[in-house]
């Protein structure tokens, strides 16, 4: 039962970030939203998922994070400067659906759930939210709502149901470079929009230190 609850609570937050995110017209506030969730995003990278599919032993895995980047670079210089642009955030966006499926699996086959791991877990979900809905960009907002709901509903599928683990990890590992090149292709468009904008880079720089550290956190408490 307590999972259940963990796993339902983890849906919610998740919507809750998109929700947030949806409800923020100014654009600078979205910025640094954003930036939030995108250091939030690579403390999660780097702290939780390498090390869960055991990027740093495998061979074979870093093979898997080439191709992601490749496949997801492919993708945007076809799409760069078109409507299609906007398919390679969601290609990120589905990486971190296949990661939330992952985290289903991984709550369920995990013995008993302490009140940090739990916490740990949740603090994940926030943040992710609102990177699901700020790579989106381009779809109406809708439809961006419906594709983070869609994410954030791949934690009880993964509960409910497993992957092999010779294909969940060159998978994940797959996903990480598409998370990867997504967030450094959306932080370098952030970028450029506060420097055109003229605004102070500590406006951005620090909600991403703040948003990785919080990402780290969340790790050491799962």
């Given at each position: 039962?307590?999972?259940?609850?963990?796993?339902?609570?983890?849906?919610?937050?998740?919507?809750?970030?998109?929700?947030?995110?949806?409800?923020?017209?100014?654009?600078?506030?979205?910025?640094?939203?954003?930036?939030?969730?995108?250091?939030?995003?690579?403390?999660?990278?780097?702290?939780?998922?390498?090390?869960?599919?055991?990027?740093?032993?495998?061979?074979?895995?870093?093979?898997?994070?080439?191709?992601?980047?490749?496949?997801?670079?492919?993708?945007?210089?076809?799409?760069?400067?078109?409507a299609r642009g906007k398919w390679g955030g969601?290609?990120?966006?589905?990486?971190?659906?296949?990661?939330?499926?992952?985290?289903?699996?991984?709550?369920?086959?995990?013995?008993?759930?302490?009140?940090?791991?739990?916490?740990?877990?949740?603090?994940?979900?926030?943040?992710?939210?609102?990177?699901?809905?700020?790579?989106?960009?381009?779809?109406?907002?809708?439809?961006?709502?419906?594709?983070?709901?869609?994410?954030?509903?791949?934690?009880?599928?993964?509960?409910?149901?497993?992957?092999?683990?010779?294909?969940?990890?060159?998978?994940?590992?797959?996903?990480?470079?598409?998370?990867?090149?997504?967030?450094?292709?959306?932080?370098?468009?952030?970028?450029?929009?506060?420097?055109?904008?003229?605004?102070?880079?500590?406006?951005?720089?620090?909600?991403?230190?703040?948003?990785?550290?919080?990402?780290?956190?969340?790790?050491?408490?799962a």
């Amino acid at each position: 039962m307590t999972k259940i609850v963990v796993v339902a609570a983890a849906v919610l937050a998740e919507l809750l970030g998109a929700v947030i995110f949806l409800g923020t017209r100014a654009s600078r506030t979205r910025s640094v939203l954003s930036c939030l969730g995108l250091g939030f995003m690579v403390a999660i990278v780097f702290l939780d998922v390498l090390p869960d599919i055991e990027f740093y032993k495998a061979e074979s895995l870093p093979l898997g994070l080439a191709l992601g980047v490749a496949g997801v670079l492919v993708v945007w210089l076809i799409s760069r400067g078109s409507a299609r642009g906007k398919w390679g955030g969601f290609g990120a966006t589905a990486g971190m659906g296949l990661h939330n499926f992952g985290e289903g699996v991984v709550i369920v086959g995990f013995g008993a759930l302490s009140p940090m791991l739990a916490l740990g877990f949740l603090l994940h979900k926030l943040p992710e939210g609102m990177v699901s809905f700020s790579l989106t960009e381009g779809f109406k907002e809708r439809t961006r709502f419906i594709i983070a709901a869609i994410v954030a509903l791949l934690i009880p599928l993964g509960a409910l149901l497993s992957l092999p683990e010779e294909v969940e990890k060159p998978a994940m590992s797959f996903c990480v470079g598409v998370i990867l090149f997504a967030v450094a292709r959306s932080g370098a468009r952030i970028v450029a929009d506060n420097r055109a904008a003229k605004h102070s880079p500590w406006a951005l720089a620090l909600p991403a230190v703040v948003g990785g550290a919080i990402g780290a956190v969340s790790c050491f408490l799962a």
